[in-house]
Nanobody, 114 residues
């Protein structure tokens, strides 16, 4: 069983930055594919970025060049550095872990004001 706890959300002005963290409990963190998803009001949840245990990353086109996903396997934590934030980045951001099963955190709200 894996528990995921997100932190770092908040209110920021357009052009600003935030860093999200997701702390994972349980074993074998380094084997998990970790990802950040987001869900804006009235929209479907979408994949924002993912990172494999070996550090390979993938991003949705809308955040490329602005967001960076990283992980610290020693701390069982995955991060999402978000720069040049836009109002359209406003959403609840969810941490996701995948191995044999899929686990979700409860989410953290990011609000970007114009």
């Amino acid at each position: 069983q894996v528990q995921l706890v997100e932190s770092g959300g908040g209110l920021v002005q357009a052009g600003g930055s935030l860093r999200l963290s997701c702390a994972a409990s349980g074993s074998f963190f380094s084997r998990y594919v970790m990802a950040w998803y987001r869900q804006a009001p009235g929209k479907q949840r979408e994949l924002v970025a993912s990172i494999t245990g070996g550090g390979s990353t993938n991003y949705v086109d809308s955040v490329k060049g602005r967001f960076t996903i990283s992980r610290d396997n020693a701390k069982s934590t995955v991060y999402l550095q978000m720069n040049s934030l836009k109002p359209e980045d406003t959403a609840v951001y969810y941490c996701n872990a995948q191995l044999a099963q899929i686990y979700w955190g409860k989410g953290t709200l990011v609000t970007v004001s114009s």
